[in-house]
């Protein structure tokens, strides 16, 4: 009786199980995803070699002063087929919902098994500093009304990396490249066609000499004024 009670329960559970895996959410397969700021080095298969495995990392750097993050992604895919390969990003709502910041579509895929991708992701795309996002690798069910199939899944952060300093200038040698340049500017004198003439140095002019002899009257009375003196003189004596 043990015996026939137990097989009735399996046949009512076992119906129950398959109906609950496909109303779920997604149908999940276990692949692997890592990611990198560089890309993830690989062997001739496309399989994360130790090195690549040893530069992931979780928590991505963006761009100095920028909110960009250079990411590379590497994913190792189980069960995948031909036809669009999709990367999303989901963030957490402040009542702890999940929505889906962004969707990366990778329309290439053939079916492979690993895949590398290099993917930006934006402050303007809804990315935000210092989030941490969970990554699903998936594709689209082909069946109608079909969950997607999550191929892999995993956690990133985001961080922001403060711009450089702005490097103060030394004045110093500036300043004494200046004086120096004054100094050969003075002893130089003005540039050609510019500035304020410089006089000649040298003793001062001469006044000429005046011409030895009479002078009559003063030279502003004009040459008139000298013949009526004259003829006036001529007068005179001949009176006398």
């Known amino acids: 009786m ?15 199980l398959l109906g609950a895996a496909l109303l779920g959410p997604a149908t999940a397969w276990a692949g692997e995803v890592r990611f990198g700021a560089d890309t993830l080095a690989v062997d001739d298969k496309g399989d994360i070699t130790a090195e690549g495995k040893s530069a992931a990392v ?18 190792k895919i189980d069960k995948g087929g031909p036809g669009p390969l999709y990367v999303e990003f989901l963030g ?20 492979e098994k690993f895949v590398s991708l ?15 996002y969970k990554v699903k690798v998936l594709q689209g069910n082909t069946k ?11 956690k990133l952060t985001l961080e922001y990396t403060e711009p450089p300093a702005a490097e103060e200038g030394d ?39 005046a ?8 030279t502003d009375l004009g040459l008139p004024a000298v013949a009526a003196l004259f003829a006036l003189g001529f007068v005179r004596r001949r009176n006398d």
């Open 2 to 16: 043990r015996v026939r009670t137990t097989s009735a329960r399996l046949r009512w559970i076992s119906p129950l």
């Open 144 to 154: 109608a009304g079909r969950p997607d199939i999550i191929l892999a899944t995993g």
């Open 171 to 209: 004045d110093s040698g500036d300043e004494g490249d200046t004086a120096a340049q004054d100094e050969l500017d003075t002893l130089a004198g003005p540039d050609d066609g510019s500035g304020d003439e410089v006089a000649p140095e040298g003793p001062p002019p001469v006044a000429p000499e």
């Open 92 to 111: 957490k709502l402040p009542s702890g919902k999940d929505y889906v910041t962004y969707r990366y579509e990778h329309s290439g895929y053939e079916g």
């Open 211 to 218: 011409k030895k002899g009479c002078t009559i009257g003063s």
């Open 118 to 132: 290099d993917i930006e992701l934006e402050g303007n795309l809804g990315f935000n500093k210092g989030k941490t």
């Open 58 to 75: 979780d928590t991505l750097k963006s761009e100095p002063g920028e909110e960009l993050w250079n990411l590379n992604l590497w994913a």
